[in-house]
């Protein structure tokens, strides 16, 4: 059964603080994983899409890295501003279903 | 382009009550979906159309049913509101190519509660 586990469920950083959130997925062959970032009281906004292992990608003080087995967004002296919940979902080869797990909340203090 | 729109943004029923909540895309996508989102879990698909004129279960179907009205627009319906259906909904829309990943977004969402 295609799975998505994201660790930890909350992370509280101080400004500057970097640090990493985990995303571990099980998977019957890999079509794409995805990172959204949600706002409160907002829909999921797209972050990225990584396609194979090895892959990163990256995006002002994010980088999103990914393995055969898990993925990690990597925050870089975060801000206030990067605080909110950061969800991480796969998509497997011969469906376009997507299955996204329960998010890292994450608190940046100024 | 507005993007993934739905209204209403709240809604408050009584167990027993039916409503609609509506989603619209002008982005041209041709694939549109609806999300349930509960505290601790992650979204939860609930129907999917992959194309105008074609609908499916998701993951959690039970006490839901949707239309797609034309390519643009994808409704939800609850036909029996139950407190058990009290969440977020989130409907998302996706262009969905064949061989290439799709990309799904996501409107606003539309917070429902049932007493």
């Known amino acids: 059964e295609d799975q998505v586990t994201q660790s930890p469920e909350a992370l509280r950083l101080q400004e500057g603080e970097s640090s990493s959130l985990n995303c571990s997925y099980t998977?019957?062959?890999?079509?794409?994983l995805f990172w959204y970032r949600q706002d409160p009281g907002k829909g999921p906004e797209f972050l990225f899409t990584?396609?194979?292992a090895g892959e990163e990608k990256e995006k002002e003080r994010l980088k999103a890295t990914l393995t055969k087995k898990e993925s990690f967004l990597h925050i870089t002296a975060p801000k206030p501003e990067d605080s909110a919940t950061y969800l991480c979902?796969?998509?497997?080869?011969?469906?376009?279903?997507?299955?996204f797990g329960a998010g890292t909340r994450l608190f940046v203090k100024a | 382009n507005a993007g993934v729109t739905q209204t209403p943004k709240f809604q408050v029923l009584k167990t027993g009550q039916s409503m609609t909540l509506q989603c619209a895309q002008d982005?041209?996508?041709?694939?549109m979906y609806w999300y349930r989102q509960d505290p601790g879990m992650g979204l939860r698909l609930i129907y999917y159309?992959?194309?105008?004129?074609?609908?499916d279960k998701g993951e959690v179907p039970n006490g839901y049913n949707v239309s797609r009205l034309n390519k643009r627009e994808f409704s939800l319906r609850l036909e029996s509101a139950a407190p058990s259906q009290t969440s977020v909904y989130f409907c998302?829309?996706?262009?969905?190519?064949?061989?290439?990943?799709?990309?799904?977004?996501f409107g606003p969402g539309t917070r429902l509660t049932v007493l």
């Open positions: 998977v019957s062959g890999l079509r794409g």
């Open positions: 979902a796969v998509q497997a080869r011969g469906g376009f279903k997507t299955i």
């Open positions: 990584l396609y194979s």
């Open positions: 159309s992959a194309s105008e004129g074609t609908t």
């Open positions: 998302a829309s996706s262009i969905l190519q064949g061989g290439s990943t799709d990309t799904q977004y």
């Open positions: 982005m041209n996508h041709n694939s």
